[in-house]
Nanobody, 125 residues
Framework: VQLQASGGGLVQAGGSLRLSCAASGRTFSTYNMGWFRQAPGKEREFVAAIRWSGSRTYVADSVKGRFTISRDNDKNTVYLQMNSLKPEDTAVYYC???????????????????WGQGTQVTVSS
């Protein structure tokens, strides 16, 4: 599967953005999806994940209550709605896909098989 992330940009603190990740292929609905981010000089970190059916979602504590992950399997797209953005949310955001069974350690980047190219999110103070 090929992934294309979009929707990043420059926003003021307190603002909102919605990231999209469009997937190619007819088997998107079988993939568990995740969002990760990487700030300059830092390791890639987990942001959110969603099961293939959309029945369960998981978000990192650092974004809980502000970010929401969702998916539309008819459109082969996963979304990350980001509200109340903070300067510390500034990073390149990546979407990722994992085939097969759901991984207990879904927060680990090593569990994902495919990655998008990333989209830059910059939050100004």
């Amino acid at each position: 599967v090929q992934l294309q992330a979009s929707g990043g940009g420059l926003v003021q603190a307190g603002g909102s953005l919605r990231l999209s990740c469009a997937a190619s292929g007819r088997t998107f609905s079988t993939y568990n999806m995740g969002w990760f981010r990487q700030a300059p000089g830092k390791e890639r970190e987990f942001v959110a994940a969603i099961r293939w059916s959309g029945s369960r979602t998981y978000v990192a504590d650092s974004v809980k209550g502000r970010f929401t992950i969702s998916r539309d399997n008819d459109k082969n797209t996963v979304y990350l709605q980001m509200n109340s953005l903070k300067p510390e949310d500034t990073a390149v955001y990546y979407c990722a896909a994992r085939g097969g069974v759901w991984a207990v350690n879904y927060y680990s980047a090593y569990q994902y098989d495919y990655w998008g190219q990333g989209t830059q999110v910059t939050v100004s103070s």
